[in-house]
């Protein structure tokens, strides 16, 4: 068996977010691509020019306080384990928190709402980051519905909520928000800069004028303080650059056993591996495997949000099963899981590096904490 490259770029990352200047041949080859997103850019940029003529206009719910979470890209940047840092730091600081999302990939148009702390819906009538971020922050209410006005008002008025999180918001304008935060990969930046199908971005890069905070995910070294960051070679939009920026790093936590248990980050140090996923960029979770000192003899990579058939999974299992591999997989891929399938799932955790005061005053939050 020969293991994945670390980053193991699927065909598509290979388009989005090439690591070189792509070819003539190969752009030639595109070109059809280019014709549509240009398309798609000018209905993007007409339905963005109703809205700041004020043709269209923004609902405001008065009394709750509204901020976005989105990105220009589509996938792959992060957004949800930062939606769940900014949950829990809202709890811990002791607001009462709901998180409005649309539950992409569900089978189900019927809104709902539930939290971790009862019993959860079926993942095709929620999708699988709702079930993620109602399993780790539990007291956080989710609302799961395409109309996130009328969930914005029943946050406030049937739960008495004050702050919501507006899950992939950046593109919902029919809800008024009071902060805008933007999540940015500085591995990748914007990609290939090209609009969707023959880019990743929803939008524009000249939208960022919209953004009130830049969420900046990277994989910095960090020294005793501060002053000692060093930054990689920075991909980010010039657009952003005045705008006020976290900076932030991801990173395993722990792992999550088959029964459900929580071991150190180190428990599976020098094991052989197979990884299951359904990412945008599967590349990262591979190399986070990597660092956490598993051998990735196989993996098993589907598309984002990726509903798992019983074919599939029979033969991941026979895969690992004739290999003597544990099958590991990730948060969001595990809530797609059958019960009784065993793997072993990655937790991961955000580290806010700079900018926490920045953090603190998009959420509403005073000052910042004792010891800090």
Not at 148 to 155: L, P
Not at 190 to 197: D, F, K, R, T
Not at 318 to 332: F, H, P, Y
Request: hydrophobic residues 40%; aromatic residues 6%; positive net charge.
């Amino acid at each position: 068996m020969t293991a994945p490259a670390p980053e193991s770029p699927t065909a598509i990352e290979r388009v989005f977010y090439p690591p070189v200047a792509q070819r003539w041949g190969l752009r030639a080859l595109l070109s059809p691509l280019t014709v549509v997103s240009w398309a798609y850019a000018s209905a993007v940029g007409l339905r963005g020019a109703l809205y700041d003529w004020g043709v269209l206009r923004a609902e405001r719910v008065e009394g709750l306080r509204v901020v976005s979470v989105g990105n220009l890209n589509v996938g792959g940047t992060g957004k949800t384990p930062a939606v769940l840092h900014l949950a829990d730091l809202l709890v811990r600081e002791g607001r009462k928190v709901g998180i409005l999302t649309r539950g992409y990939g569900r089978r189900s148009q019927e809104p709902v709402t539930f939290t971790g702390a009862g019993p959860l819906p079926s993942v095709e009538d929620a999708g699988d980051e709702p079930l993620l971020l109602a399993r780790r922050c539990p007291s956080v209410r989710l609302f799961v519905g395409a109309d996130r006005v009328t969930s914005a008002y029943r946050a406030r008025d049937e739960f008495g909520l004050d702050t919501v999180l507006l899950d992939d918001g950046f593109q919902h304008r029919r809800l008024a928000r009071d902060e805008d935060l933007i999540v940015l990969d500085e591995a990748v930046g914007l990609g290939n800069g090209h609009m969707l199908p023959r880019g990743p971005l929803r939008e524009p890069p000249s939208s960022l004028r919209r953004a009130t905070l830049l969420w900046v995910r990277t994989s910095a070294a960090v020294g005793s303080g501060a002053s000692a960051l060093v930054t990689t070679p920075s991909r980010l939009p010039d657009e952003g650059a005045g705008l006020p920026r976290v900076l932030t790093r991801y990173g395993p936590t722990a792992w999550v056993d088959p029964s459900g248990g929580l071991l150190p980050p180190e428990a599976l140090r020098g094991q052989r591996v197979l990884a299951l996923a359904g990412l945008a960029r599967p590349g990262g979770f591979l190399k986070t495997l990597r660092s956490l000192g598993v051998e990735v003899e196989e993996s098993a990579l589907f598309a984002d949000h990726h509903r798992f058939t019983p074919g599939e999974l029979r033969d991941v299992e026979s895969r690992a099963r004739q290999g003597g591999l544990r099958i590991v997989t990730t948060e969001k891929d595990a809530v797609r899981l059958p019960a009784g399938f065993e793997a072993w799932v990655v937790r991961l955790g955000v580290e806010v590096l700079e900018g926490e005061s920045h953090l603190r005053r998009a959420l509403g939050l005073a000052g910042m904490p004792d010891g800090l």
